[in-house]
């Protein structure tokens, strides 16, 4: 079949080009390790103890879901404050990690900037709480106890995070988005090089060439990643939660990110300009992911242009799974990985079959 | 057979009429060559032939079937040897022919076998396991024509295959080409070399503005452009010599004379050679060459398009 003999022949193409697989494999490996040996200061010395983590938090109006909250407060040992002028003047002078205000459903965090990772670890745990919350919340009409479920759920198995932990994943993912640069690349070069129009002229169908050179790039991409994860796995004992699990996430990622590259391949005919747009996107990417700085630096445009991002989905999902158990978010990534997915490679399929692309 | 027959095929580009109303008809067994200047419509033409590209309106008809959505199988019985090299640079000559074969439907031992009769026939046996970023530009060229051929298909479209190549494989090349045909591939040639089409095509299809502006043998071009020939003998040199009686034999219309050179125009379907031979002799006149002029090719092509083929 013509999209086995694609496939093999993009493998062959991309080990072949071992300075970029080394490249694409090493570096990631490099910076996790030097960002998480330079940094773990801000992780209070290599690990993060979250009974360590000081929070204070408000409760504005009484409703079974502050009342969960409440539990959960008590068993993080956060101190309760009257209003959030306090809290706000104890954030800024060191004295807690995190500010909590409640308000009915609605949950507002505020961050110590010098502790930003421990405010991020709070945000995942709370976002976690939420989400379980709105699925027990209806079963607890029959079941008062759901808030010890909860309870149990969260508590019950507290992790220690190390700037390494952090960084390992955080790494994993922004690198894997660079993956798109050598995918951008292999289709200008076929474009450049006249062989994509050459098989065109076969009688292979369009859509087997599209997901030949799909698969093809999806295969070396979760090789590349399988080996950053074994490696900060085994080497630099990163805490990946269920690897499986993990492994799962990037393999959807990776579709995202070749179909990306080969949307963004097809769609420019100057591989400058493609080139240019794909870093700019991938450091917006990483910027509203929170891969370079907290989000709620950028303020109103982070919280917003986070749900943009896929790095912080694909982060989002990962580190709701690590610190808090909570599968669905990771769940969520992974279909909005595998959406984007099959929605990019409909349009780029779209576009092949208007026959614009001749020989020669 | 008819291998390719287009019946009114016109393509447009916004406001450019690329392709006007063409009807052509190549039969099994030619080699037909497609001339013409740049931004003719060539490459739109055979863009159209292998499906590549969408056309407006006509049908076009590969091996007497029509080609639509159904037939796309007859593309496997097409190869084309692009005018770029279109190659992969990482992939070694077997390589590069095994993957392009493959994709014609060949398997296993016929794709084995065929990858390296292609190599052979284009002379890169030896170099099979290199890759073809150590290759001269002739080298490229041949293998860029093995990628084309190793399905063995009945139709090969070559265009401009023998660019920016020195001569002993431009020489090979032309030469493959001539064999290829005589194994049964009928082949459509495209090239803005008159002297290759000279040698090499059975029919010349010329192409300007959209429109194939005539057609026919090499012969038949010449003949729609003048109906003279002219003969020029080098004789021996006789100043006063004045071969008067030449004007009278059939079929000479003027005869003139400049140092040794004598040149004699006849119609075109005269046969009065001979006649002029012991004509001269009488006169005791030494022939030491005779040259039959004809309308080159190129002339002809200026004559018919106004410019000449490079332009």
């Known amino acids: 079949m013509t999209l086995f003999k694609i496939i093999k022949k993009e493998c062959l193409q991309n080990l072949r080009d071992y300075k970029l697989m080394l490249i694409l ?24 103890d979250l009974s360590s983590i000081k929070i204070d938090y408000i409760l504005e109006e009484e409703s079974p879901y502050s009342m969960g909250m409440d539990v959960l407060f008590n068993e993080m040992k956060a101190s309760e404050i009257k209003d959030i002028d306090t809290g706000v003047v104890r954030l800024e002078s060191g004295d807690v990690d995190a500010v909590i205000q409640v308000v009915g459903k609605s949950v507002e965090i505020y961050y110590n900037e010098e502790f930003s990772v421990k405010g991020s670890i709070v945000e995942a745990m709370l976002a976690s709480y939420t989400d379980q919350f709105n699925i027990t ?25 190390s700037a390494m932990d952090y960084y390992g994943v955080a790494m994993t993912v922004l690198f894997g988005f660079y993956t798109i640069t050598m995918v951008l690349s292999s289709v200008m070069k076929e474009k450049k090089s006249g062989t994509f129009s050459r098989i065109l002229l076969t009688s292979s169908s369009r859509i087997e060439i599209l997901y030949g050179k799909t698969i093809g790039g999806v295969l070396i991409a979760v090789t590349q990643l399988s080996i950053i994860m074994l490696v900060t796995y085994f080497a630099f004992e990163v805490n990946w939660g269920n690897l499986l699990f993990s492994w799962l996430l990037m393999i959807t990622m990776a579709m995202l990110v070749v179909s990306i590259g080969i949307a963004l391949g097809f769609l420019f005919e100057s591989e400058d300009k493609a080139m240019g747009l794909t870093h700019g996107l991938i450091v917006m990417f990483g910027l509203f992911g929170g891969a370079y700085m907290p989000l709620q630096e950028l303020g109103f445009f982070g919280q917003m242009g986070k749900f943009f991002s896929p790095i912080w989905w694909n982060m989002n999902g990962l580190l709701s799974m690590i610190y808090s158990g909570d599968n669905s978010m990771l769940l969520q990534s992974l279909v909005i990985n595998l959406l984007g997915s099959i929605i990019i490679l409909s349009l780029v399929s779209l576009k092949l079959n208007k026959k614009e692309f001749v020989y020669g | 057979m008819s291998v390719v027959r287009l019946e009114k095929i016109v393509k447009r580009y916004a406001d450019v009429l690329a392709v006007d109303k063409i009807d052509l008809n190549i039969e099994a067994g030619e080699i037909y060559g497609l001339l013409g200047p740049n931004g003719a419509g060539k490459s739109t033409l055979i863009n159209i032939i292998c499906d590549s590209i969408s056309k407006d309106s006509g049908s076009v008809y590969l091996f007497d079937q029509l080609l639509d959505k159904k037939s796309m199988h007859l593309k496997n019985d097409i190869g084309v040897v692009p005018q770029n090299i279109a190659i992969y640079d990482d992939l070694t000559a077997e390589e590069n022919v095994h993957f392009f074969a493959s994709l014609y439907g060949l398997k296993k031992k016929e794709l084995k076998d065929r990858t390296a009769q292609a ?9 099979r396991k290199k890759k073809p970023k150590t290759f001269s530009g002739g080298m490229k060229r041949r293998l860029n024509i093995a990628c084309a051929i190793a399905h063995r298909p009945k139709l090969i479209i070559m265009d401009e295959p023998t660019v920016g190549i020195d001569p002993q494989s431009k020489n090979h090349i032309l030469n493959a ?62 100043s006063e010599i004045m071969p008067l009686a030449l004007e009278e034999i059939k079929g000479v219309l003027n005869v003139t004379r400049q140092d040794q050179y004598i040149d004699i125009e006849c119609t075109k379907e005269s046969d009065n050679i001979t006649e002029i031979v012991l004509k001269l002799s009488e006169e005791n006149i030494k022939i030491k060459d005779i040259q039959l002029k004809g309308v080159s090719l190129e002339m002809a092509f200026l004559s018919l398009t106004g410019r000449r083929l490079r332009d």
């Open chain 2, 119 to 127: 190599l052979d026939f284009v002379g890169l046996t030896d170099h």
């Open chain 2, 177 to 238: 080409v001539k064999k290829l045909n005589d194994q049964g591939s009928t082949v459509i040639y495209t090239t803005h070399l008159m002297e290759e089409a000279e040698f090499l095509c059975s029919r010349i299809g010329i192409v300007d503005h959209g429109r194939v502006i005539a057609e026919g043998t090499k012969e038949e071009l010449q003949s729609i452009v003048t109906d003279k020939k002219q003969i020029r003998i080098t004789s021996d040199i006789s």
């Open chain 1, 25 to 48: 494999t090493l570096m990631p490996l490099a910076t996790i390790l030097g960002m998480g040996l330079a940094i773990s200061g801000a992780f209070t010395m290599d690990e993060i």
């Open chain 1, 137 to 161: 919340s209806i079963t607890g009409e029959y079941n008062q106890d759901n808030d010890n479920l909860v309870k149990v759920r969260y508590m019950a198995e507290p992790d220690d995070a």
